[in-house]
Protein backbone atom coordinates (compact mmCIF):
# COMPACT_ATOMS: atom_id res chain seq x y z
CA UNK A 1 0.00 0.00 0.00
CA UNK A 2 1.27 3.43 -0.83
CA UNK A 3 2.34 4.97 2.21
CA UNK A 4 -0.48 8.17 3.23
CA UNK A 5 0.90 8.46 6.33
CA UNK A 6 4.87 8.87 6.23
CA UNK A 7 6.00 12.25 8.05
CA UNK A 8 2.09 13.05 8.53
CA UNK A 9 0.47 13.75 11.73
CA UNK A 10 -2.68 11.89 11.81
CA UNK A 11 -5.28 11.81 14.91
CA UNK A 12 -7.47 9.25 15.68
CA UNK A 13 -10.96 9.85 17.50
CA UNK A 14 -11.74 7.07 19.64
CA UNK A 15 -8.16 5.99 19.60
CA UNK A 16 -8.52 3.43 22.37
CA UNK A 17 -11.05 1.68 21.03
CA UNK A 18 -10.57 -1.93 18.75
CA UNK A 19 -11.00 -0.31 15.84
CA UNK A 20 -9.24 3.27 17.09
CA UNK A 21 -6.48 1.48 18.69
CA UNK A 22 -5.77 -0.91 15.83
CA UNK A 23 -5.62 1.82 13.45
CA UNK A 24 -3.77 3.62 15.72
CA UNK A 25 -0.71 0.33 16.25
CA UNK A 26 -1.10 0.22 11.95
CA UNK A 27 -0.57 3.66 11.44
CA UNK A 28 2.72 3.90 13.27
CA UNK A 29 4.30 1.25 11.25
CA UNK A 30 4.28 3.92 8.25
CA UNK A 31 6.38 6.23 10.01
CA UNK A 32 4.02 9.07 10.62
CA UNK A 33 5.72 12.19 12.33
CA UNK A 34 2.71 12.03 15.25
CA UNK A 35 -0.19 9.96 15.90
CA UNK A 36 -3.03 11.58 18.41
CA UNK A 37 -5.36 10.07 20.18
CA UNK A 38 -8.19 11.59 21.14
CA UNK A 39 -10.63 9.78 23.73
CA UNK A 40 -12.33 9.77 27.67
CA UNK A 41 -10.88 6.80 29.36
CA UNK A 42 -7.29 7.52 30.93
CA UNK A 43 -7.08 4.20 32.25
CA UNK A 44 -7.49 2.46 28.14
CA UNK A 45 -4.80 5.25 27.11
CA UNK A 46 -2.32 4.49 29.56
CA UNK A 47 -3.19 0.38 28.32
CA UNK A 48 -2.18 1.64 24.81
CA UNK A 49 0.75 2.87 25.67
CA UNK A 50 2.01 0.35 27.63
CA UNK A 51 0.77 -2.25 24.67
CA UNK A 52 2.81 -0.11 22.16
CA UNK A 53 5.91 0.58 24.08
CA UNK A 54 5.38 4.13 24.38
CA UNK A 55 6.41 5.17 21.18
CA UNK A 56 7.84 8.41 20.98
CA UNK A 57 5.30 10.15 18.56
CA UNK A 58 1.94 8.80 20.24
CA UNK A 59 0.40 11.84 21.87
CA UNK A 60 -2.70 10.90 23.77
CA UNK A 61 -5.37 13.48 24.60
CA UNK A 62 -7.75 13.01 27.39
CA UNK A 63 -11.01 14.19 26.09
CA UNK A 64 -14.77 14.05 24.42
CA UNK A 65 -15.54 14.82 20.94
CA UNK A 66 -18.92 16.39 22.25
CA UNK A 67 -16.03 19.08 23.62
CA UNK A 68 -15.54 21.05 20.56
CA UNK A 69 -12.81 23.36 22.43
CA UNK A 70 -10.80 20.55 22.97
CA UNK A 71 -11.22 19.24 19.42
CA UNK A 72 -10.13 22.51 17.82
CA UNK A 73 -6.99 22.22 20.35
CA UNK A 74 -6.06 18.54 19.32
CA UNK A 75 -6.42 18.92 15.65
CA UNK A 76 -3.64 22.10 15.45
CA UNK A 77 -1.16 20.75 12.86
CA UNK A 78 -3.19 17.90 11.90
CA UNK A 79 -2.83 16.27 8.09
CA UNK A 80 -5.46 13.29 8.42
CA UNK A 81 -7.95 12.05 10.81
CA UNK A 82 -10.12 8.79 11.03
CA UNK A 83 -13.08 9.30 13.22
CA UNK A 84 -13.91 6.67 15.32
CA UNK A 85 -15.49 7.64 18.18
CA UNK A 86 -19.32 7.10 18.56
CA UNK A 87 -21.93 4.91 20.94
CA UNK A 88 -22.25 1.89 19.22
CA UNK A 89 -24.15 -0.62 21.47
CA UNK A 90 -27.75 -1.12 20.31
CA UNK A 91 -29.46 -1.44 23.71
CA UNK A 92 -27.75 1.39 25.36
CA UNK A 93 -28.42 4.08 22.16
CA UNK A 94 -32.10 2.48 22.31
CA UNK A 95 -32.31 3.59 25.84
CA UNK A 96 -30.46 6.71 26.08
CA UNK A 97 -31.43 8.08 22.58
CA UNK A 98 -30.39 11.62 22.90
CA UNK A 99 -26.75 10.37 24.57
CA UNK A 100 -26.26 8.89 20.97
CA UNK A 101 -27.62 12.28 19.70
CA UNK A 102 -24.72 14.02 21.57
CA UNK A 103 -22.03 11.84 20.41
CA UNK A 104 -23.22 10.52 17.86
CA UNK A 105 -24.43 13.66 15.79
CA UNK A 106 -23.40 16.59 17.43
CA UNK A 107 -19.61 15.36 18.44
CA UNK A 108 -19.45 14.52 14.56
CA UNK A 109 -20.25 17.84 13.38
CA UNK A 110 -17.73 18.76 16.46
CA UNK A 111 -15.14 16.46 14.63
CA UNK A 112 -16.36 18.43 10.99
CA UNK A 113 -15.82 22.28 12.28
CA UNK A 114 -12.78 21.34 14.01
CA UNK A 115 -11.05 19.95 10.87
CA UNK A 116 -12.31 22.76 8.82
CA UNK A 117 -10.91 25.77 11.32
CA UNK A 118 -7.42 23.82 10.82
CA UNK A 119 -7.52 22.78 7.54
CA UNK A 120 -7.19 19.50 7.82
CA UNK A 121 -6.36 17.69 4.25
CA UNK A 122 -8.29 14.54 4.82
CA UNK A 123 -10.66 13.17 6.73
CA UNK A 124 -12.72 9.75 6.93
CA UNK A 125 -15.40 8.65 9.49
CA UNK A 126 -16.26 4.99 10.72
CA UNK A 127 -19.89 4.02 10.01
CA UNK A 128 -22.11 1.06 10.07
CA UNK A 129 -23.88 -1.70 8.21
CA UNK A 130 -27.08 -0.10 10.76
CA UNK A 131 -26.98 2.68 8.62
CA UNK A 132 -28.93 1.07 5.61
CA UNK A 133 -32.66 0.79 6.04
CA UNK A 134 -31.98 2.10 9.93
CA UNK A 135 -34.86 0.93 12.95
CA UNK A 136 -32.62 1.74 15.68
CA UNK A 137 -31.34 5.03 17.33
CA UNK A 138 -27.90 4.01 16.67
CA UNK A 139 -28.51 3.35 13.04
CA UNK A 140 -30.33 6.42 12.71
CA UNK A 141 -27.58 8.56 14.33
CA UNK A 142 -25.06 6.81 12.21
CA UNK A 143 -26.85 7.33 9.14
CA UNK A 144 -27.20 11.17 10.33
CA UNK A 145 -23.35 11.14 11.27
CA UNK A 146 -22.58 9.50 6.92
CA UNK A 147 -25.23 12.70 5.95
CA UNK A 148 -23.22 15.19 7.76
CA UNK A 149 -19.53 14.12 6.75
CA UNK A 150 -20.76 13.64 3.01
CA UNK A 151 -22.29 17.07 2.75
CA UNK A 152 -19.12 18.91 4.46
CA UNK A 153 -17.73 18.50 1.11
CA UNK A 154 -20.36 20.86 -0.23
CA UNK A 155 -20.08 23.68 1.79
CA UNK A 156 -16.58 23.79 2.97
CA UNK A 157 -15.95 26.40 0.11
CA UNK A 158 -12.11 26.76 -0.88
CA UNK A 159 -11.04 24.86 2.28
CA UNK A 160 -8.72 22.07 1.26
CA UNK A 161 -10.73 19.63 3.50
CA UNK A 162 -12.02 16.32 2.40
CA UNK A 163 -14.02 13.91 3.89
CA UNK A 164 -15.56 10.60 3.24
CA UNK A 165 -17.05 7.76 5.24
CA UNK A 166 -15.97 3.83 5.59
CA UNK A 167 -19.07 1.47 6.18
CA UNK A 168 -18.57 -1.86 7.22
CA UNK A 169 -20.44 -4.56 9.82
CA UNK A 170 -19.59 -6.34 13.07
CA UNK A 171 -15.67 -6.64 13.76
CA UNK A 172 -14.64 -9.69 15.93
CA UNK A 173 -13.23 -9.91 19.21
CA UNK A 174 -13.99 -6.34 19.35
CA UNK A 175 -14.96 -5.05 22.93
CA UNK A 176 -18.61 -5.72 23.14
CA UNK A 177 -18.78 -7.83 20.35
CA UNK A 178 -20.72 -11.38 20.01
CA UNK A 179 -17.85 -12.93 20.58
CA UNK A 180 -17.05 -11.34 23.94
CA UNK A 181 -20.29 -11.58 24.76
CA UNK A 182 -20.00 -15.42 24.81
CA UNK A 183 -17.08 -15.71 26.40
CA UNK A 184 -18.31 -14.07 29.36
CA UNK A 185 -21.97 -15.48 29.55
CA UNK A 186 -20.33 -19.56 29.07
CA UNK A 187 -17.99 -18.77 32.27
CA UNK A 188 -20.67 -16.70 34.36
CA UNK A 189 -24.24 -18.61 32.82
CA UNK A 190 -23.12 -21.69 30.97
CA UNK A 191 -25.34 -20.71 28.53
CA UNK A 192 -24.53 -18.46 25.58
CA UNK A 193 -27.37 -16.98 24.17
CA UNK A 194 -28.57 -15.89 20.42
CA UNK A 195 -31.76 -13.79 19.69
CA UNK A 196 -32.70 -15.31 16.50
CA UNK A 197 -32.42 -18.17 14.72
CA UNK A 198 -32.31 -16.76 11.55
CA UNK A 199 -30.09 -13.71 12.50
CA UNK A 200 -27.30 -13.05 10.25
CA UNK A 201 -24.72 -10.50 10.48
CA UNK A 202 -21.73 -9.54 8.91
CA UNK A 203 -18.38 -9.93 10.10
CA UNK A 204 -14.56 -9.27 9.50
CA UNK A 205 -11.25 -9.24 11.67
CA UNK A 206 -10.00 -5.66 13.31
CA UNK A 207 -6.73 -5.88 11.53
CA UNK A 208 -8.42 -6.41 7.65
CA UNK A 209 -11.18 -3.40 8.78
CA UNK A 210 -7.93 -1.42 9.85
CA UNK A 211 -5.96 -2.24 6.62
CA UNK A 212 -9.26 -1.22 4.33
CA UNK A 213 -10.08 1.87 6.37
CA UNK A 214 -6.58 2.76 5.20
CA UNK A 215 -6.64 2.09 2.16
CA UNK A 216 -10.40 4.15 1.70
CA UNK A 217 -7.48 7.20 2.84
CA UNK A 218 -5.65 6.64 0.02
CA UNK A 219 -8.36 6.56 -2.51
CA UNK A 220 -10.24 9.17 -1.39
CA UNK A 221 -10.86 12.63 -3.33
CA UNK A 222 -13.46 13.38 -1.06
CA UNK A 223 -17.90 12.56 -0.67
CA UNK A 224 -17.07 8.51 -1.11
CA UNK A 225 -18.75 6.28 0.99
CA UNK A 226 -16.53 3.00 1.04
CA UNK A 227 -18.18 -0.34 1.55
CA UNK A 228 -15.92 -3.40 2.51
CA UNK A 229 -16.80 -6.63 1.43
CA UNK A 230 -17.79 -8.75 3.94
CA UNK A 231 -18.85 -12.15 4.83
CA UNK A 232 -21.73 -12.82 6.39
CA UNK A 233 -22.81 -15.35 8.60
CA UNK A 234 -25.56 -16.95 10.20
CA UNK A 235 -25.40 -16.12 14.43
CA UNK A 236 -26.84 -19.37 15.64
CA UNK A 237 -23.99 -21.48 13.15
CA UNK A 238 -21.33 -18.61 14.59
CA UNK A 239 -22.90 -19.92 17.81
CA UNK A 240 -22.28 -23.82 17.63
CA UNK A 241 -19.15 -23.32 16.16
CA UNK A 242 -18.06 -21.52 19.40
CA UNK A 243 -19.20 -23.99 21.51
CA UNK A 244 -17.27 -26.54 19.67
CA UNK A 245 -13.93 -24.60 19.62
CA UNK A 246 -13.76 -23.38 22.62
CA UNK A 247 -16.31 -25.56 24.91
CA UNK A 248 -16.03 -29.03 23.19
CA UNK A 249 -17.80 -31.69 25.54
CA UNK A 250 -19.02 -29.09 27.89
CA UNK A 251 -22.57 -28.50 29.11
CA UNK A 252 -22.69 -25.00 28.09
CA UNK A 253 -25.94 -24.53 26.12
CA UNK A 254 -27.55 -21.99 23.35
CA UNK A 255 -30.33 -20.17 24.76
CA UNK A 256 -32.92 -18.39 22.25
CA UNK A 257 -33.81 -15.38 23.76
CA UNK A 258 -35.74 -12.97 20.84
CA UNK A 259 -34.70 -10.05 19.11
CA UNK A 260 -33.83 -6.53 20.96
CA UNK A 261 -34.68 -3.78 20.42
CA UNK A 262 -33.28 -1.92 17.24
CA UNK A 263 -32.04 -4.81 15.99
CA UNK A 264 -32.82 -6.31 12.61
CA UNK A 265 -32.76 -9.84 11.84
CA UNK A 266 -30.43 -9.21 8.18
CA UNK A 267 -28.38 -6.39 8.07
CA UNK A 268 -27.29 -4.55 4.75
CA UNK A 269 -24.12 -2.22 3.54
CA UNK A 270 -25.82 -1.38 0.23
CA UNK A 271 -29.15 -1.06 -1.06
CA UNK A 272 -30.81 0.56 -3.46
CA UNK A 273 -32.30 3.48 -1.59
CA UNK A 274 -29.06 4.78 -0.87
CA UNK A 275 -28.22 7.91 -2.98
CA UNK A 276 -25.36 7.34 -5.74
CA UNK A 277 -24.55 8.65 -9.06
CA UNK A 278 -22.10 5.66 -9.32
CA UNK A 279 -21.26 2.72 -7.84
CA UNK A 280 -17.09 1.41 -8.40
CA UNK A 281 -16.23 -2.48 -7.45
CA UNK A 282 -12.46 -3.08 -6.42
CA UNK A 283 -10.73 -6.50 -5.08
CA UNK A 284 -12.14 -5.55 -1.65
CA UNK A 285 -14.41 -2.84 -1.59
CA UNK A 286 -17.64 -0.42 -2.96
CA UNK A 287 -17.14 2.96 -3.50
CA UNK A 288 -20.47 5.16 -3.52
CA UNK A 289 -20.09 7.93 -5.54
CA UNK A 290 -22.53 10.39 -4.75
CA UNK A 291 -25.70 12.05 -6.25
CA UNK A 292 -25.01 15.49 -5.93
CA UNK A 293 -21.73 16.24 -8.09
CA UNK A 294 -18.79 18.00 -5.54
CA UNK A 295 -17.17 20.66 -7.17
CA UNK A 296 -12.97 18.98 -7.24
CA UNK A 297 -14.80 15.55 -9.05
CA UNK A 298 -16.39 17.06 -12.00
CA UNK A 299 -13.62 17.52 -14.53
CA UNK A 300 -11.69 13.84 -13.45
CA UNK A 301 -12.51 10.82 -15.44
CA UNK A 302 -15.64 8.95 -15.15
CA UNK A 303 -13.77 6.22 -12.63
CA UNK A 304 -10.29 8.40 -11.42
CA UNK A 305 -9.88 5.63 -8.66
CA UNK A 306 -7.31 3.05 -10.07
CA UNK A 307 -8.42 -0.94 -9.51
CA UNK A 308 -12.14 -0.18 -9.48
CA UNK A 309 -14.55 -0.68 -12.64
CA UNK A 310 -18.15 0.83 -12.55
CA UNK A 311 -20.95 -1.64 -11.53
CA UNK A 312 -24.35 -0.97 -13.79
CA UNK A 313 -26.63 -2.64 -11.50
CA UNK A 314 -26.05 -3.24 -7.42
CA UNK A 315 -29.85 -3.45 -5.79
CA UNK A 316 -28.47 -4.62 -2.39
CA UNK A 317 -26.01 -6.07 -0.06
CA UNK A 318 -27.48 -7.87 2.52
CA UNK A 319 -26.69 -10.28 5.21
CA UNK A 320 -29.21 -12.85 3.94
CA UNK A 321 -26.67 -14.36 1.70
CA UNK A 322 -24.81 -15.79 4.26
CA UNK A 323 -21.91 -18.29 3.93
CA UNK A 324 -21.53 -21.93 4.85
CA UNK A 325 -20.88 -22.89 8.03
CA UNK A 326 -17.13 -24.18 6.93
CA UNK A 327 -16.76 -20.37 6.23
CA UNK A 328 -17.82 -19.27 9.61
CA UNK A 329 -14.97 -21.47 11.16
CA UNK A 330 -12.61 -19.65 8.94
CA UNK A 331 -13.83 -16.11 10.11
CA UNK A 332 -13.73 -17.60 13.86
Known amino acids: MQNEFKDKVVLVTGGTGTIGSKLVEEILSYQPKQVRVVSRDE?????????????????????????????????????????AAALKHVP?????????VKTNIIGSQNVIDAALA???KKVVAISTDKVVN??????VSKLMMEKLFINANYYKGDDPTIFSCVRFGNV??????????????AARDRAIKVTDEQMTRFM??????????????????????FIFKMPAIRMVDAARLFLEKYHPNSSV???????????KTHEELFC??????????????????????????????????AGFREVLMLESYSSRDHVSIEEVAKIM
Open 134 to 139: PVGVMG
Open 43 to 83: SKQYALLEKLRHPSNLRLFIGDIRDKERLLLAFRGVDIVFH
Open 272 to 305: GGDSYDQVLEGERMFIIIPRVPIYELEDLPQIPY
Open 204 to 225: MSPADATHLVCEAARHMRGGEV
Open 118 to 120: HRV
Open 172 to 185: TWARGSVFTLWKEQ
Open 253 to 263: RIDVIGNRGGE
Open 92 to 100: FCEYNPFEA
